[in-house]
């Protein structure tokens, strides 16, 4: 199923909610390793697992008491009061907790440098907390009077929720530190390192950063090749400098990664020289699991942040399309519209192909009842790279309108499709269904006019069409009747015909509009399948992590 606004995250108060705690949870997974290593952290340790624990009591509160609206969020529930009364007395005690042993969680030793894996794992700590605490300010902006002004001796303040805008242009930043902690962590040592040897390990990481943000500096605008807009800081060309920062200390936290493999290969080729090169990185990521599963992890998210750095390119257009109503065809039951009309949008050709009214019905039920059946609005598209010719379709024999348009590839074809293609090209199909709206109480459809139309609900059904440089989305909208500006009530008028029994040509063209406009929303969505990629790569290894095997006192390597 897809999201039919076009996006992925939208920062709404039950994404929030979730969030919240996986952040906390991280930087937790993080200190941890600084207390198995070195003992210290302790203290930081507990108070991020309680923060955890009650961040995620918090998450339930937000989305079961119906405090906070949202579009994910639950209906308001008698559970409200109850949970924020046990998490505020759970936190109390685990304050008093922290207070009362704070000398037994003293660290064994002390930090001996900033320039180290536990200097960076502190950062870390803060930085994660900061997030944290913003994300959490705006989940309850709603709730929290600011812009307060005394006005005829009274206090009068306003209440603003936070948009996505706002979100992105604080935390951005913010992710930016934590995103560069993560590309020096391969490099920084335990303790100390020689004086200059952690400026050279950083050399290539480095170099591989800024050579990725040159080049992309001047290529990015030949890929993605949207109009100027307004990003969240006002300029676009702020979001596109983010954006190519971002980009840059990804690369430079693979670059890391990379080198940070070869050098283990290589220390235990030195102790094992007859051992096979797979073998022996088989063995050294098994036995040291936190270490190398951990650096897996972190490409994932490398990946993942290059995804979400297309979406600094990301652009939204809308289109309409005309439609001509075809001739009945004799045994079926659709209504069909054919367009061929063109549209080019930044180097795609899209073209408008059929357009099908239908009838849907779930398994075993009455094709007699229309409170059993959904309406669906079909729309067909052709999208094609200008720069690429159009490939001939072979006409197939015995076969209807429906059934040529809904022609399905084979299995190899679509996976060569998606490994091979750059960008995104092929057949898309959107809908718009329109269930019926029934009486909960007594079932039966409910009805308005003065012919008793039945009141349907649409619900979206968008299409996808993926490339390693960017994803065309599209999703169907209102259609309307040129000669009289209107939008038809489709839904029932198909409903109409689908139930009498005057089936005649004569008839189907006098209740359908001879001529449509269809409008159709497009969003372009650059860099997307790195956004699959990287948590394909973040899951996978923390499967790995999981397994109960491995994490052998590991060999000293650099």
């Not at 600084?34 to 991020?48: A, E, H, T």
């Not at 579009?71 to 109390?92: E, R, V």
């Not at 679509?414 to 809908?431: A, D, N, Q, W, Y």
């Not at 718009?432 to 012919?451: H, K």
């Amino acid at each position: 199923e897809e999201l039919g606004w076009g996006g992925y995250w939208a920062w709404d108060p039950v994404e929030n909610a979730s969030l919240m705690p996986f952040l906390l949870s991280t930087a937790f997974l993080h200190s941890l390793l600084v207390q198995d290593r070195r003992g210290m952290f302790r203290f930081w340790n507990i108070l991020l697992i309680t923060l955890t624990h009650h961040f995620c009591l918090l998450g339930t509160w937000i989305t079961r008491s119906g405090v906070i609206a949202g579009p994910h969020s639950f209906a308001k529930s008698t559970i409200g009061y109850p949970l924020i009364i046990f998490i505020g007395l759970s936190s109390l005690f685990f304050l008093r907790y922290l207070y009362f042993y704070r000398n037994s969680l003293k660290p064994k030793h002390n930090m001996e440098a900033v320039l180290s894996k536990e200097g960076s794992m502190l950062l870390n700590n803060y930085i994660i907390i900061l997030i944290t605490a913003v994300v959490l300010f705006g989940v309850f902006s709603p709730m929290i009077p600011v812009d307060c002004t005394f006005a005829g001796g009274s206090l009068a303040c306003h209440k603003t929720e936070w948009k996505p805008p706002v979100y992105n242009r604080i935390i951005i930043p913010i992710a930016l530190l934590a995103l560069f902690l993560m590309a020096a962590a391969p490099i920084l040592p335990w303790k100390k390192r020689k004086k200059g040897e952690t400026w050279n390990l950083m050399m290539i990481p480095l170099g591989a950063g800024i050579l990725t943000a040159l080049v992309f500096t001047f290529y990015y605008r030949l890929v993605f090749r949207f109009p100027a807009t307004e990003g969240p800081w006002g300029k676009q060309s702020i979001s596109d400098f983010m954006a190519i920062v971002t980009i840059s200390i990804s690369v430079m936290i693979i670059a890391g990664i990379i080198q940070a493999y070869v050098r283990g290969i290589r220390a235990r080729k030195e102790r094992h020289p007859d051992e096979n090169i797979l073998r022996g990185f088989l063995a050294m990521i098994f036995q040291n699991k936190k270490r190398y599963f951990g650096y897996f992890v972190h490409l994932g998210v490398a990946f993942l942040f290059i995804g979400f750095a297309g979406g600094a390119f990301r652009t939204q257009t809308r289109m309409e399309f005309h439609y001509v109503l075809m001739p009945r065809e004799e045994g079926t039951t659709y209504l069909r519209y054919y367009s061929g009309d063109k549209a080019y949008l930044f180097g795609y050709e899209l073209e408008a192909k059929d357009l099908f009214f239908r009838p849907m019905f779930q398994d075993k039920a009455d094709k007699t009842n229309p409170s059993q059946m959904t309406v669906s609005q079909e729309a067909h598209f052709s999208l094609r790279p200008l720069n690429e010719e159009r490939s001939p379709r072979t006409k197939e024999e015995n076969k209807n309108s429906y059934q040529i348009a809904n022609f399905e590839s084979s299995l190899i074809h679509i996976f060569k499709e998606s490994l091979i293609h750059m960008t995104p090209k092929g057949r898309l199909v959107t809908e718009r269904r329109y269930f019926p709206d029934v009486n909960p109480v007594t079932g039966e459809i409910i009805t308005q006019g003065q012919f008793g139309q039945t009141v349907r609900t649409g619900t979206s059904e968008p299409s996808i069409r993926t490339g390693w440089i960017e994803d065309i989305y599209v999703q169907l909208g209102n259609i309307k009747e040129p000669s009289t500006n209107s939008n038809p009530d489709f839904a029932w008028l198909y409903e109409y015909y689908y139930f009498t029994t005057d089936h005649s040509d004569r008839f189907y063209s006098m209740l359908f509009p001879p001529t449509i406009v269809a409008y159709l929303e497009v969003w372009i969505n650059p860099l997307m399948r790195f956004v699959w990629f990287g948590f394909g790569l973040f899951f996978i290894s923390g499967l790995f992590l999981l397994l109960p095997y491995g994490d052998k006192e590991p060999e000293k390597l650099p």
